[in-house]
């Protein structure tokens, strides 16, 4: 992986952090979710209006990752009606990792290195030092779930959008249409479960998170961009940083809670997740 590749990756994933710190500052976190998916499909019709059409093969790659990004973001606005930005955000992005080598372990015969065997190891101390944190602080026990669905969700989109943006062979217009198809499955689903209600919104947090938007499409643009750039195991691992960026962010912006256990976990599960990259 090249310097310029590596700061990108690293811009990445403080802004991936920064979006997710934005969308936690509104009142209804499926609201501020909704408004996040509308902004970033706006932005992801100004950008296709510029790139080619995709080829047939591309688009059931399209409406997979367009699936999967809908299942992660109701996972996570839930989560974070629950939970912590400090606590939900690394067990969210931490357990995905985990989850693709425990799968491939179990059920592909894929060679797996001693190396992952340690990443799996640490990364399931420190997840399950930040589940502990939980019970132990007497916090909402419903984030969990709702986080470990992210997880599985980001698993499987970090996946599907590494091959199919090579596929498509431009990964910029890949992920304008991978948003697009997104909101178009997301917006139906939200409205489902909570009502139109949820797309009413002052006009500041619009502003505001039309903001989240703009920075979560530049920070999965690079990150698609950088996977057909460098291997994407690396891409991912680096990209795990942001875990400590959101960590940082619920601490010192948002006051919240900042112990020895949760500050451990932390660096437990980026170290694992990097190990499992590597």
Known sequence: MTYPIFLAVMAAAMLHATWNALVKTGENKQTAMAILTVMQSL???VVVCFRPWPEAEVWPWLIASGLIHMCYQLFLAYAYEQGDLSRVYPIARGAAPMMVLAFSLVFLTDPIAMMDYVGIVVLGLGIALMARGVFANNESRGLLPFAFGSACA???????????ARVSGDPIGFTGWLLIMAALFYIPSVVALKGRCVLRASV???????IAGVASYLA?????????????????????TSILFAVLIGWLVFGEK?????A???VLIVVGAVLTRL
């Open 220 to 240: 999965y643009a690079i990150v698609v961009w950088a996977m057909t750039q460098a291997p994407i195991a690396l891409v991912a691992a680096l990209r795990e």
């Open 43 to 45: 932005v992801g019709i």
């Open 154 to 164: 980001t698993a499987g989109y970090t996946l599907v959008d590494g091959l199919g």
């Open 264 to 266: 451990i976990a932390a």
């Open 204 to 210: 500041r947090t619009w502003a505001v998170i039309g």
């Open 258 to 262: 900042m112990d020895r256990g949760k």
